[in-house]
């Protein structure tokens, strides 16, 4: 790209113009320095007449509650009687002409005694619901009151209000002073410091209580400054200066500062239109300007008189330039000036005599280049492999006869076109179908200096078929290693390539069935089969772009789930079946549906394309299982394909197998949806459960053992204590289910003696029931589990054992070490369990014994469910022996660990005392 042309004259007076430049950027520093320091002067004092003002408003509010706190003191007000009220309230007003009405109301927010004159007192407020009554009640305490709009009459203001406390100190009631907007405004007006100041007041929120731009501020105009940040952080206790800011009443600019008034959450701003501030400022601007701007047309002058001097001999060597281009040999060029123009005017005469010597020689030379070349053009002509030529400029220069053909190119006169013209009229890619960037074409890369060879792009010939090419390139340099061209050879192998694609194809669609079928068996999550059918699909089909959509019938609409390279619209992630796109055609035609080029189909069915990119063959085929549409697969490719019917069959087969993957995945997915949906019912009802269970078997344990009761009401007692405990029992097998529902649990796992666990849960069990329990073991039996889950397991056994015996009956427990194992055994002398229903006994709330059978009672619960889900989580397992003669045996195992180290395991009792019974 060639620099800006500029005249001499223009040069001279951009020359001059920089030499003014500084004296500009000191006017303009010197004029920002000012700018900053007027402006830090105006805000520092807009900050004080703030603080000012701030101070004031604290004392009015003061005084507000000063007269308040008189007023609650008065022993008139504990009467709270409007007749005597109303009358003195209205005298005191008289006297207070800051305060526009002051009432008093008691404790339920009714006005028992107003002293406004201008307006009745009837009929009498409440103020119930209003936010300062119930702050003032609930904290004791005076406030001052957000800004309101006052209600009698209709206007803006604010309330001071002060508890009247009782004899005991609590608030009977409430003194409310009102002071208006405009009687703050007047008071305050005065404290501006310049005519165009503007003063305004605002609470907390950043409402205004009154603004001196706005006399009459009605309360819907109150907010104009609720979004300005800085007002708020005043009210909050931190001064902040603006430098710019809108006024919402005028619109204008404006700066100003925003002071906190002092013990009280409310700001006062101070502030000042910014044109009004800034006038003197920018007048003094306005002079220094007028006067650089004589001296820049004053230097403007000087520089065109000099280039006028100047230009005449610049346009004598130009005239000079221009004839001996057009072969003049007598050009030269006078000049006496006696400077080094003169001299520039003697060099040129010079060069245009060795010009004229030059061309001679290169005349010469041009014939010898002429005869070698048609020596090179022969041997090139021969070569079968297309050969390009490339200046440096990128622009093909010349090829072979077999390069032409490549092309598709009849004569030279069409050969001659730039790299991106090559790029759109021959879509030349990558072999992945990538479009090839202007900077990869293979010429680019030999002029660059770069070797390559066996490199391969995809090219599609004028006829519209693709080839794909090996290219070979290098760069050609001259006698001084400088590159002059770059030389590319190129050879079409797509019949060699296409023989081997196909015999890839098919072992990659054998592998990709097999793949599939795997996922099918193994894969149960929709996301992860989608991933591994695109992964197979796009090798197997060899297609450049894949798009998966769901099917809902009921809805008439397909749903994307899942692409690759396909730069789908938004709109058409979610796709009508009536849709005049491919897709939706095959999904409401349950046929496959091909297009082979859609640049040449008349009327293509896929006119709303899927994506902008430049595809040629589309082939959508719906997914089927039993013939249910289950979705649609669109394949595209950026060369136009024809779908032979071994290709379409194979399509079909892939279609089957993902339909029927997507049902599994979905039947899977309702199967852990109802699981949730049991989890979180057994989970709520244990929770709603266990509050009134645990209420019932309270007080029954309090009338049972604090009050007098008959024998017939201390029977009834009992066997409540006995039904709600047995309840709850269910309740906690309840959590402690939901807590072992298949899922991530939580485990606390520990090394512990399994001996002294049985002992602890024995003790506890001994103290409730009638029956003996007796232990046989030896010795520590260490194991790695959760301690608390394999005590439940222990609990719900000897619970299990003592509800099938009958009272007396002694229950055992063993525990022993069985190869790498501790086996405990839980026996007792039940009916027997009949050995149909044995192997169901592990199952959530079934009950071992038949309804009649002997020892039936009648109570299911989850005690043996859990305790099989608790011992297989630590790795263990569990099972039950029973007969009718020898009653049943409830046994666990798990493994042993060694003991740890560093501590003194030796068993409390002997070997021999643990060997004998012992009751609980």
Partial sequence: MSRPRLHIHAKLLMAFSIILLPVLILLIAGFLSDLQRTRQTILVSQSMTARSVAVQVSEVFDSAIGLGWAIAQDPMLRTLDPQVLDPHLKKMVTHSPLYDSIGVYDANGVNRGWGDPSQPATPRLNIRDRRYFQQVMAANVPIISEVLELKRPTRTGLVACIPIRGPQGTPIGVVNIMIRSEQLAYRFVDARLQQDQMIFLADSQGRLAFHTGSSHLPYRQSDALMELGALREAASGIGRQLDRFTNPFIGDEHMGAFA???????????????????????????????????????????????ARFYARPVHQLRAAAQALERGDRDATVRIHTGDEMEDLGNAFNAMATEVIRREEEVNAL??????????????????????????????????????????????????????????????????????????EMPVLRALSGETFTDAEIRLRSLDGKQRLLSVNGAPVRDASGQIILGEVVIRDITARKQAEDDLARLLDQELALARIGQALVSEVELERIAQVFIEQCLHSLGVDALGLWLAEPERQELTLIASHRLGVREQLHHLPFDAPVLTAHAALTKHIQT?????????????????????????????????????????????????????????????????????????????????????????????????????????????????????????????????????????EHLFTAVRMAPGPRTQEHETFDLLELIRERVENLARTTENPISIEASGPLFVQADRQFI?????????????????????????????????????????????????????????????????????????????RQMIEAQGGRIWVASSPEAGSTFSFSLPLVPAPSGRDFSPSRSDEDLARPSTG
């Avoid at 390009?388 to 622009?395: C, M, N, S």
């Avoid at 397991?793 to 063993?814: C, D, M, W």
Wanted: charged content about 25%; hydrophobic content about 40%.
């Fill in 260 to 306: 906190p008034v002092p013990r009280y959450p409310w700001a006062v701003g101070v502030s000042i239109p910014r044109d009004v501030a800034l006038a003197p400022l920018f007048s003094e601007l306005r002079v220094k300007l007028l006067a650089f701007t004589g001296i820049l047309l004053l230097n403007a002058l000087l520089a065109f008189v000099l």
């Fill in 366 to 439: 041009h014939k010898e280049a002429e005869r070698q070349a048609l020596e090179l053009a022969a041997i090139i002509a021969s070569v079968p492999d297309g050969i390009f030529l490339a200046g440096r400029d990128g622009r093909l220069v010349g090829t072979n006869p077999s390069g032409l053909r490549l092309l598709g190119l009849k004569s030279y006169s069409e050969f001659e076109r730039s790299l991106p013209e090559y790029l759109q009229r021959y879509d030349i890619r990558h072999p992945d179908g990538r479009p090839l960037e202007a900077k």
């Fill in 595 to 731: 297009v082979e080029d859609t640049q040449s189909e008349e009327e293509c069915p896929a006119s709303c394309m899927l994506t902008e990119e430049p595809f040629r063959g589309i082939a959508a085929l719906p997914l089927l299982s039993q013939d249910r549409l289950v979705g649609v697969m669109t394949c595209c490719t950026y060369a136009p394909r024809r779908f032979s019917s071994r290709e379409l069959e194979f399509y079909s087969t892939v279609g089957r197998l993902f339909a029927v993957a997507i049902e599994k995945a979905r039947l899977f997915q309702q199967v852990r949806e109802a699981l949730r949906l049991r989890e979180e019912f057994m989970s709520a009802a244990a929770h709603e459960l266990k509050t009134p269970v645990t209420t019932i078997q309270t007080w029954a344990e309090m009338l049972l053992h604090h009050e007098d009761s008959t024998p017939r009401q201390k029977k009834g007692l009992t066997a409540i204590m006995r039904n709600t405990r047995r309840i709850a029992r269910l309740v």
């Fill in 791 to 867: 005590g439940d397991v222990v609990t719900h056994l000897l619970e299990n054992a003592v509800r099938y015996s009958f009272p007396g009956q002694a229950i055992e427990i063993k525990a022993r070490r069985q190869d790498e194992e501790v086996v405990v055994s839980v026996h007792d002398q039940d009916p027997g369990i009949p050995p149909e229903r044995q192997p169901h006994v592990f199952e959530p709330l079934y009950e071992p014994l038949p309804p009649g059978a002997q020892g039936y009672t009648g109570v299911v619960g989850l005690g043996l469910h859990l305790s």
